[in-house]
């Protein structure tokens, strides 16, 4: 029987897994990208370079989006495309921290349809399909219904600023931080966190993974100005993620600015 989308996706950030873990906490190789485009490792590299031999010999039709390989309008004549961060949250791991992430995703019309994240450190998989849930583990998970009153939201703190916020003020929620902005949404899908916030435009490969399973484990996922998030832009940026339950979700978006500058 062929291999399904989504145990390929698995598949490979396992194998992602084990060969980031040779280089962590072991002083890689580190370089900074152009442009102030942040750090890049041997890590990095080796990882991208298993994933683009292994998931283009399975699927050589579908298009290709990574963040260490260098873009293609190729991938705009394709039905399916692969989008894919080899390690999401480099800083965290060239600090040799828990919570970088391998996040590996499917879209087709403009859509995530499959999507796999995966914690090597943590040993802890995330995974969903379009319409089929989404699991840790194996396990089905399942997004808080928190409320604005008690919320804890993950996001940088420049994000909570006041200028953000209709009236100057912030809501009166609790703030927390991860690494990978992969790992973040996976935690909103896991229930761990209410919400989680990103005022910058973000790159998809940071977010096609982690919007699917946070969407199938009941949360609302959208970009700052409460827009469905699409996928295979031409130019691969969204407007800032807002994700949370629908409630929560719902409140915040309300109370953000509808006009605001990126923190």
């Excluded at 970088?100 to 879209?107: D, N, Q, R, T, Y």
């Amino acid at each position: 029987m062929p291999e399904t989308d989504l145990s390929l996706l698995i598949d490979a950030a396992r194998q992602s897994g084990d060969i980031a873990m040779r280089f962590f906490q072991k002083n890689p190789n580190v370089t900074d990208k152009p442009d102030g485009a942040g750090p890049v490792t041997e890590a990095d590299l080796a990882v991208n370079n298993m994933l683009e031999e292994t998931l283009g010999d399975a699927r050589p039709d579908y298009g290709w989006l990574s963040e260490e390989t260098e873009d293609s309008d190729a991938r705009m004549s394709t039905e399916r495309q692969f989008v894919v961060d080899p390690i999401d949250g480099t800083r965290a791991f060239i600090e040799g921290g828990k919570d970088w992430s391998h996040a590996l995703a499917i879209v087709k019309d403009s859509q995530v349809v499959a999507a796999a994240v995966y914690l090597p450190v943590r040993d802890v998989m995330f995974a969903a399909t379009l319409g089929g849930g989404a699991t840790m583990n194996g396990v089905p998970i399942r997004a808080s219904e928190v409320q604005v009153e008690g919320a804890t939201v993950l996001g940088a703190k420049p994000n909570f600023d006041g200028r953000f916020w209709r009236g100057g003020v912030a809501p009166p929620i609790k703030r927390a931080f991860r690494s990978s902005l992969a790992y973040r949404l996976c935690l909103v899908g896991q229930g761990r966190f209410d919400g989680m916030m990103t005022l910058r435009p973000s790159w998809e490969w940071d977010i096609a993974a982690g919007a699917l399973i946070a969407t199938e484990a009941g949360a609302r996922v959208t970009d700052q100005h409460d827009r469905p998030l699409q996928f295979n832009n031409i130019f691969p940026k969204v407007p800032g993620v807002l994700a949370a339950g629908p409630n929560l979700h719902a409140n915040l978006a309300v109370l953000l600015e509808p006009q605001n500058a990126n923190p």
